[in-house]
């Protein structure tokens, strides 16, 4: 990146330049060519050409500069649909779309009026700073680490609909803030994690009672009506699945790839969330309370009756799941008292537990399984402390599932 010529400027001398004709550029001088033109587009050398050369140079950088703007085109309307479409999914109480754009137009103005790229780094560290506080001072820690990850996301979809002089300079700005964003935050986030940690303790302290049988109940002739080849309502499948699996309505309903590994265990590929996890894998083998083909074959049900949308859809818009089967599932949920939808994760790590033998409760902790399970991780791939928030129900029946033979150990 070349950050030693101010890019106002050069935007200003180009953007002259580009509606030059042919003719135009013949009828100039030498001197007038070296300056006016050859100069500004950066042609090596050109102060020993001859005016032919110039004239031959100058037209070729011309027309490779028109036509990467044109072919630029398409990119940048994909990166403002991506932009409009974040603003219409917004459900935060400070948008990202909000922050995002701020953080970008100084990141903008930086990018025009910086003379290198140590002094331009050097004038991002207080928007970092300001942007890392504020987050933390308005949200909870797992909200900070996603919320951190689709600022990110925002920005460069920013960069991406940027118009192409000015597009390599701004994606590394981008990448240095979000590289700060990310250091800035890791001293503070021990404490917020701890804080986190303490408060979802407390939650723990006072678990809801809830009754499973007959949740449970349901489940299993739903899936033997699958079986039998009946056709259950598609909630009944889908709450069948969430349970089974303890995966989340988003994996269930668009994201989750699922293959049979075993006779009560699925590989899962498309985790909806890795709670800020960078790099973090994303698929993994899963324990299921229920036959593994059945809940293979309710997914597939789910698939033929329509109830499942594209993955891509659902990375452009988060909650297209949610508008196209939340109502649905949620009063489908409105008989299992004391339990919604989400809480199945919840009910799925409990009874997973409770089926482990004892002996192999004695090797391991309890944090650990359910970590694993659900697929919790930090930015490093190791356990996070998120399971925790799922230890909140006191499963008044749970010896119900006794009958289960989940193979956990």
């Known amino acids: 990146m070349q950050a030693t010529i101010r890019l106002t400027n050069l935007l200003d001398t180009i953007a002259d330049l580009l509606p030059l004709t042919h003719d135009e550029l013949t009828q100039m001088t030498s001197k007038q060519i070296r300056d006016k033109v050859a100069k500004p587009l950066g042609i090596p050398g050109h102060y020993k050409l001859k005016k032919a050369e110039l004239i031959e140079q100058s037209w070729k950088e011309l027309e490779n500069a028109r036509a990467y703007l044109h072919t630029s085109e398409v990119e940048r309307s994909q990166g403002k649909q991506a932009l409009e479409q974040l603003k219409k999914n917004e459900d935060y109480q400070i948008p990202i779309s909000e922050i995002a754009s701020k953080t970008y137009s100084r990141l903008l103005e930086i990018a025009k009026t910086g003379n290198t790229l140590a002094d331009m780094k050097e004038s991002i560290n207080p928007i970092v700073a300001s942007v890392a506080r504020a987050e933390m001072r308005e949200y909870e820690f797992s909200t900070v680490k996603s919320r951190r990850n689709q600022i990110k996301d925002a920005l460069y ?148 009756e329509g109830r499942r949308i594209d993955g891509d859809e659902q990375k452009r818009d988060r909650l297209a799941t949610n508008r196209a089967f939340g109502m649905a599932n949620s009063r489908a949920m409105e008989k299992y008292q004391g339990i919604n939808y989400k809480g199945l994760r919840a009910i799925y790590a409990e009874c997973l537990w409770y089926l482990m033998p004892s002996s192999t409760k004695i090797k391991t902790e309890k944090h650990s399984l359910y970590s694993e399970w659900l697929g919790h991780l930090d930015k490093e791939g190791r356990l996070d402390a998120t399971f925790m928030s799922y230890m909140v129900y006191h499963i008044t029946d749970i010896d119900c599932i006794k009958t289960l033979s989940v193979a956990t150990d």
């Open 157 to 304: 979809q920013m960069v991406a609909s940027e118009i192409p002089l000015l597009k390599e300079t701004i994606e590394v700005l981008v990448s240095y803030f979000y590289s700060q964003l990310l250091s800035f935050q890791k001293e503070d986030s021990v404490q917020l994690s701890k804080s986190y940690r303490k408060a979802v303790k407390g939650k723990n302290r006072d678990k809801t009672p809830i009754s499973i049988a007959q949740l449970v109940n349901d489940c299993l002739l739903t899936l033997d009506e699958l079986t039998a080849e009946k056709e259950p309502h598609w909630t009944s499948v889908s709450i069948a699945f969430a349970l089974g699996t303890g995966r989340r309505m988003v994996e269930v309903h668009a994201l989750g790839e699922f293959e049979v590994t075993g006779e009560y265990q699925l590989h899962f590929k498309g985790q909806a969330k890795t709670r800020g996890a960078d790099g973090a894998a994303d698929e993994y083998d899963i324990p299921t309370l229920f036959p593994a083909k059945q809940l293979l074959a309710a997914l597939e049900y789910l698939e033929r």
